[in-house]
Every structure is written in C-alpha cells, then in structure tokens.
C-alpha cells in the first residue's frame, strides 16, 4: 500500500491507496512539535483505526510546504514504516513542465495539485486551491506550467476582521441567505463569504481574458473550496481530494 503525506501550513493530511483506490484519509495539525516516535505511533495508529493493516503499508511520498516538521516525520517513517520516503521536489518525474522565472519557488503542494488536475481533466486547467492561503495555478495545454496567483484564504481574512477590530465577534465562515445582512454576524459572514466569490469569479475571468484559454477548464479543491465553488458556475469540478490524487500520480511516474 502506497501512504501519501500532505504537510501544509495547518494541518498534515494523509491518505492510503490500496492500487488506485483512496482506501482512507486521516489528519493532524502541523503546529504541534512532536518526535519522530510520536509521529511514527500516531501514523500507525491511525491506519489501523481504519480497519488497514499498517504492516501492508510499504511505499511513502510526502510533499510538505513546512521545512521544520521534515526531520522528524521522515525518521519517523524510516523508522516505523522501514522504507525511504519520495520526497516530492527537484528532481522528481511530474510530467509538468515549469517555465516561471524561479521554478525552485514553486510549493511542492501547488505541483501536486497542477499535477493532479492536468492529468485528469486535461489543460488549459486553472487548479484553484483554497487552503490556508488561496493559490490559482494556471496549466496550459501541453501540461506546462504558465502561472500561479497566491491571496490571503479565506479563514486568514475572517481571523483579521475580528482579531483587528475589537468590537467584532470570532463566527462560523457560511454563506448567508442574502447580502443584505441585518445584524452583525451576518454581515460579517456576508462580507467574508460574498466577497470572497466574487474575488474568485473576478480572477478565473482575467486569467482566462489574458491567457486567451477560452475553454480553460477550473478545478477547485482545499477546505473551504466546496463552499465557494458551490455558489459560482465559473468553478467546473470540486475535487477534495486532488492533492491525494496528485501524490499517487507523482509516486507513479516516479516508482
């Protein structure tokens, strides 16, 4: 069995494919220190909480965008998995060509996603990630890869409107029935989530205006995606699970 490791900025996410199928996803928060040993038992605990056999589990790719937690979490599955980890980063096999100015910027986390989304459902794609922050990564047709767009997520925005304004209360990001909000959790809520899609609606038509990819597909994923691309008809597929998908994809090329 193939476990595929997402490190972001909140949380590490974590998959098992049994051949092609996603056979189980699990989570836990990036911010908290822990041991080699201390990931090492959590991984393997929380594999068997699946009704998996972790002792099946003989292959590893990891793409992380938090250079702190590799040490520890690549002992660990050295240690408890006995196997090298793929390392997704220079070097690997992707199938995607990069002809920005700095390709070493590029996060491991938007190949991964540029990966999964060009191979399946094809280029022009514009892969939209909402995740801590929200990044638009433009594919072309030939699978390379011609631009990338980063805004603050949506969860970083609701933080600062009511951390940096004293009077305004800590709410729960949903869509409101209307814009026209008559008390105060709602208008924030209103603001938040209404401004928010339209910030998406108004990037996918400039990136398609000046790309000139009329018939540029856009492909959504990350936490809060289904709630944004749910309320716009400019988002064609949500996929929560793309960058699962992209890891296998990569690990494939590259076995």
Same mark, same amino acid.
């Given at each position: 069995m193939l476990l595929a490791i997402d490190v972001g900025n909140t949380n590490i996410t974590m998959g098992v494919f049994q051949g092609e199928k996603l056979a189980a996803t699990f989570r836990m928060t990036t911010r908290q220190a822990r041991t080699s040993d201390e990931y090492g038992i959590l991984i393997r605990s929380m594999i068997q909480a699946r009704d998996l056999d972790k002792n099946k589990?003989?292959?590893? #790719? #990891?793409?992380?965008?938090v250079p702190d937690v590799m040490y520890s979490l690549n002992s660990a599955i050295i240690k408890y998995f006995c196997t090298e980890p793929l390392i997704v980063g220079p070097g690997l096999k992707t199938g995607i060509r990069i002809v920005t100015g700095h390709p070493q910027e590029i996060g491991a986390d938007r190949i991964v996603d540029v990966v999964a989304g060009y191979e399946l459902y094809g280029g022009p794609v514009l892969v939209i990630d909402f995740g801590t922050g929200t990044t638009y990564d433009l594919v072309g047709k030939d699978g390379t890869f011609e631009a990338g767009i980063t805004s603050p997520g949506i969860e970083i925005c609701a =933080? @600062?409107?009511?951390?940096? &304004? @004293? +009077?305004l209360p800590k709410i729960e990001i949903l869509k409101p029935k209307s814009?026209? @909000?008559k008390e105060t959790i709602s208008s924030m809520q209103a603001g938040l989530v209404y401004g928010y899609i339209g910030q998406t609606e108004y990037i996918i038509k400039k990136v +398609?205006?000046?790309s000139g990819y009329k018939d540029m597909k856009v492909v959504a994923t990350g936490g809060l995606? =289904?709630?944004i &691309?749910?309320?716009?008809?400019? #988002?064609?597929?949500?996929d929560n699970k793309l960058t699962m998908k992209g890891l296998r994809l990569i690990y494939e090329k590259n076995k």
């Amino acid at each position: 069995m193939l476990l595929a490791i997402d490190v972001g900025n909140t949380n590490i996410t974590m998959g098992v494919f049994q051949g092609e199928k996603l056979a189980a996803t699990f989570r836990m928060t990036t911010r908290q220190a822990r041991t080699s040993d201390e990931y090492g038992i959590l991984i393997r605990s929380m594999i068997q909480a699946r009704d998996l056999d972790k002792n099946k589990v003989n292959h590893v #790719i #990891i793409s992380s965008v938090v250079p702190d937690v590799m040490y520890s979490l690549n002992s660990a599955i050295i240690k408890y998995f006995c196997t090298e980890p793929l390392i997704v980063g220079p070097g690997l096999k992707t199938g995607i060509r990069i002809v920005t100015g700095h390709p070493q910027e590029i996060g491991a986390d938007r190949i991964v996603d540029v990966v999964a989304g060009y191979e399946l459902y094809g280029g022009p794609v514009l892969v939209i990630d909402f995740g801590t922050g929200t990044t638009y990564d433009l594919v072309g047709k030939d699978g390379t890869f011609e631009a990338g767009i980063t805004s603050p997520g949506i969860e970083i925005c609701a =933080k @600062a409107l009511w951390q940096d &304004a @004293a +009077r305004l209360p800590k709410i729960e990001i949903l869509k409101p029935k209307s814009i026209l @909000a008559k008390e105060t959790i709602s208008s924030m809520q209103a603001g938040l989530v209404y401004g928010y899609i339209g910030q998406t609606e108004y990037i996918i038509k400039k990136v +398609r205006e000046e790309s000139g990819y009329k018939d540029m597909k856009v492909v959504a994923t990350g936490g809060l995606g =289904k709630l944004i &691309a749910e309320s716009t008809d400019m #988002i064609q597929t949500y996929d929560n699970k793309l960058t699962m998908k992209g890891l296998r994809l990569i690990y494939e090329k590259n076995k």
